[in-house]
């Protein structure tokens, strides 16, 4: 799974810490999602995505392969 | 769990926890000459406030700041540390019921004990690092 989420988090200028806050979890859980090492659940990825404005597919895009195996 | 009831949860066992450790160190090293016993409960009483004194600061912190002490990632993270830890303490068990004879009964459940919660912290930090995919 690739994340968009530290590009579109700097164009809304919100810091990891920011974010954290909005979406009620704690700092480390955006630094493992940014990393690409942990697979949030439907609610988060949606409320993250609704922090930054956009969809959940422009969020967390996984592979064409990941997604058929 | 609120944050702050998990502070003054875990406020309360850190006290007593610390509290019973220099109890007993206390009635140790009343009597005269130093064991091996008396060195090692000391030991563990340091060790016990050095890690929970950063762990309770820290978690004061996040209170104060309005950052919940648990979400998804780190109840993950407790549930599949403790999945790992109970096949270990299956195999630490198995282990020490073979060396029970060369142990008194109260050894053997204060050791088990301890590897349990040892290897509860080795997981935490092994997955904890590891993250998931």
Same mark, same amino acid.
């Given at each position: 799974? %690739?994340? !968009?989420? #530290? *590009?579109? +988090?700097?164009? !809304? =200028? ?6 954290? #806050? !909005?979406?009620?979890? !704690?700092?480390?859980? %955006?630094?493992?999602?940014? =990393? ?6 439907? #609610?988060?990825?949606? =409320? %993250?995505?609704?922090?930054? *404005?956009? +969809? ?7 592979? *064409? *392969?990941?997604? %058929?195996? | ?13 850190? /006290?007593?926890? /610390? ?12 009597? &005269?000459?130093?064991?091996? $016993? ?23 912190? &996040?209170?104060? $700041?309005?950052?919940?002490? &648990? &979400? ?41 004990? $301890? ?19």
């Amino acid at each position: 799974m %690739i994340t !968009r989420m #530290k *590009e579109l +988090r700097a164009i !809304r =200028k919100l810091t990891q810490a920011d974010l954290a #806050k !909005r979406v009620n979890v !704690r700092r480390e859980t %955006i630094v493992f999602l940014e =990393k690409g090492e942990y697979n949030p659940s439907l #609610k988060l990825a949606a =409320k %993250i995505a609704k922090q930054l *404005e956009s +969809r959940i597919e422009d969020v967390f895009i996984f592979d *064409e *392969e990941e997604l %058929i195996e | 769990m609120k944050s702050k009831t998990a502070l003054m949860l875990f406020s309360i066992l850190s /006290v007593s926890l /610390v509290g019973g450790l220099l109890f007993q160190l206390y009635s140790l090293l009343s009597s &005269d000459n130093m064991t091996s $016993a008396q060195l090692l409960l000391t030991a563990a009483t340091v060790v016990v406030m050095v890690i929970l004194i950063p762990v309770l600061l820290n978690l004061r912190k &996040d209170v104060k $700041a309005g950052i919940p002490h &648990d &979400d998804e990632l780190s109840k993950k993270v407790k549930m599949f540390a403790a999945g790992y830890a109970y096949f270990s303490s299956l195999i630490i068990w198995l282990v020490l019921f073979a060396f029970h004879s060369y142990l008194q009964k109260d050894d053997l459940l204060m050791v088990g004990l $301890a590897f349990m919660i040892l290897s509860f912290g080795i997981n935490w930090l092994f997955v904890r690092r590891k993250g998931f995919q």
